[in-house]
């Protein structure tokens, strides 16, 4: 059920009228979101659900042996959260990956090697609640927050179906406190909720779907030359982005309209002026996830510089093994990773000249690390970056470049109005009148681009 299929907005209209039906009782609400988020996640496959149940359970009540428990077995309680979540994540991602690259490995040294490949479906959003629920018990570890006893408030937190399967990976300090008290749905959450959905619906199906065949016309020939090369990878660039983006803004729009705000998880990250600052904008949820967690426990920068690299490599490729199973997704880790620890974060000088060549040269390296990313293969990596340079020119290169400009203007459009207006939701300051024009305009677009069955989110895979 894709947020982009009629299919789930019929489920988001059910689902509407009997949360407002059962206004006044918090737990019945939270009970609701329970059973739909189910509901919705089985969907795609009913037999998966036991995994998000196990995690979910093993989570709660380590929490409340964390709190109840001896201090001694403190560390065992939460090894053992570590070990069932990771574990589990682990089995489904990795498991062919690994048992595939160790065979390849000793083929490549002279041994025969047929290790076991189990072929085994990937389960939907299973990075993103594995983290999420891991997130909630390391924090009750740390002492800073308070375990719930509310089951049906914890498994609404894990559960809750707008951001289940794609993000943002909220805190348990953020989320979990809005299913134990009263959520006011007011005017102005609604508001922001139409346009989120909107504008989010509005990017992935009218940019990131159209850009899409753009991307696949070049990636799928691995003959495919210099010009139309770095035209495809910026296409990339921008699908992946509204692609995802537009799920975030929706998950955050279904969510406003239910009173529950979740994080913004995508800050313009296009005009970063640096590695650093790409990384403060881009997939926020992540990327502060794997600081928290992982990054500053290793020691962080307060440590020789040599360490401070190694902590930076070491977080930024697990942050590109967690995209999936591929060495094109553990190179792109590592590219940033190299990245952050060349080029320290900074912030440039204050001048034009300044800002403009850190924000072009970010650019530059940030869009080869998507190149890195969207690869099919090591061979089409290795080809794709020798074949930027070859000066041929496709004769269709002329509609291309038009084609890629059409779709992304709109999105430079709002984009650079954010931006100026140092506001996310700028059209929610004008008149009525002028807003629900935007508005209007934006749902037309949707009704022609868009597929009534719906297209996957890129991160769905992940």
Partial sequence: ??????????FLGAFLLLHFLLRGSL????????????????????RFLSLLLLSSLVDFFVGQAL??????????????SLGVNLGVLGFFKYFDFFSESVAGGLEALGFEASLPLLGVVLPVGISFYTFQSLGYTIDVYRGRLRPTRDLGAFLAYISFFPQLVAGPIERATNLLPQFTSTRPITKDRLEAGVWLILW???KKVVIADNLAYLVDLVYGDGAAAGPIILLATVAFGFQIYCDFSGYSDIARGVASLLGVRLMINFNLPYFATSPSDFWRRWHISL????????????????????RYRFNLLLTMLLAGLWHGAGWNFLLWGLWHGALLGVIRARTPEDSRWSKGWGWAST????????????AQSLEQIVQFTWNVWEPAVPVWLGSYLVSLGLFLLPLAVIEIW????????????????YRW??????????LLFGETRGTAFIYFQF
Avoid at 426 to 431: I, N, Y
């Fill in 1 to 10: 059920m894709y947020f982009n299929s009629a299919v789930f907005f019929w």
């Fill in 27 to 46: 737990a019945g609400r939270n009970w609701l979101i329970v059973g739909a988020s189910y509901f919705f996640y089985g969907w795609w496959d009913w």
């Fill in 67 to 80: 709190a109840a428990g001896k201090p001694e077995n403190r560390r065992r309680w939460l090894g053992l």
């Fill in 200 to 202: 989010g619906l509005f």
């Fill in 287 to 306: 990327s502060t996830w794997f600081r928290d967690y992982l990054y500053i426990p290793l020691g962080g920068n307060r440590c020789s510089a040599a």
């Fill in 363 to 374: 650019m530059a390296l940030v869009f080869y690390g998507w190149l890195l990313f969207r």
């Fill in 418 to 433: 954010q931006k100026l207006a140092a506001d996310a939701m700028p059209a929610l300051q004008l008149r009525p009148g």
């Fill in 437 to 446: 024009a935007i508005h209007g305009t934006m749902l037309y677009a949707i």
